[in-house]
């Protein structure tokens, strides 16, 4: 079967312990699923959680974020040994996707995906909603209120389960709005923010910035930052900028 065959993508959701590579102390998984039509829907049976042991204490600050305990996930498995179950299942996925792609990353290394392609939720929804306010993954929840997505599923916050469940229902509206390839193009690339996200311009447009103000902020040490100044300045310029876009189809958010 080739990858362009298989029909889901696996929403991945972590809880740690810390921030090295065998410190997971969750995981959680949601699978979105391409129907015979060729839209997208999450899949009602396709998803689970498991514990794992990160293999050392879980620190006070941590357990107040996600309330995991020592005795849960003791002799649970260590990561190296439950990861590839989860992240490389029977059938294979298209791709796997979280919100802020990035962390999961850290820990989902591509030996035990497989070099599995991701999805960025966060970097897409900044492209394909940038007149909210915010991004985060609760936030979108209740600004947008996906269909169809029960609210005490999507609880308790800061689980590996219910954090994935809300993510694939943002993920099924960007793939049922624009290609997977694209939402792919755009993970690749660091953030389009959407306003200047701090300092004297805070919560403007790139576009109400000055040329000088956007020479600056294009040699900031965030990327996301740099990045988003350096497409506003090719812009002006009438150079393309890089990844390319889809128009997004508003009329299904």
Not at 113 to 140: E, H, Y
Not at 150 to 157: R, T
Not at 210 to 225: G, N
Request: net charge neutral; with cysteine.
């Amino acid at each position: 079967m080739s990858q362009a065959d298989i029909s889901r993508v696996r929403v991945i959701d972590l809880e740690t312990a810390g921030s090295s590579a065998s410190d997971v102390c969750e995981v959680g998984w949601q699978d979105v699923e391409r129907q015979a039509d060729g839209s997208w829907q999450v899949s009602a049976s396709s998803r689970g959680a498991r514990f794992v042991d990160p293999g050392r204490p879980i620190s006070p600050g941590t357990m107040a974020i996600h309330h995991i305990l020592d005795e849960w996930v003791t002799g649970a498995g260590y990561w190296r040994d439950v990861a590839p179950g989860v992240l490389r299942p029977d059938g294979g996925v298209r791709a796997l996707a979280a919100h802020r792609a990035s962390f999961e990353q850290r820990f989902c290394t591509p030996d035990l995906t497989g070099s599995a392609d991701w999805i960025c939720t966060w970097k897409c929804a900044l492209r394909l909603w940038p007149d909210l306010p915010r991004f985060s993954n609760q936030m979108l929840r209740y600004l947008r209120q996906p269909e169809g997505l029960d609210h005490d599923k999507g609880l308790p916050a800061h689980r590996a389960l219910p954090d994935a469940y809300v993510t694939a229902h943002h993920l099924r509206d960007m793939l049922n709005t624009v290609s997977l390839d694209q939402l792919l193009v755009w993970s690749r690339e660091p953030g389009l923010l959407p306003r200047v996200p701090s300092g004297p311009n805070r919560g403007h447009p790139w576009s109400a910035l000055t040329d000088t103000a956007l020479a600056t902020l294009a040699r900031d040490r965030d990327i996301d930052i740099r990045f988003s100044a350096d497409t506003e300045v090719r812009r002006r310029s009438g150079q393309a900028g890089p990844g390319g876009s889809e128009p997004a189809q508003r009329t299904l958010l």
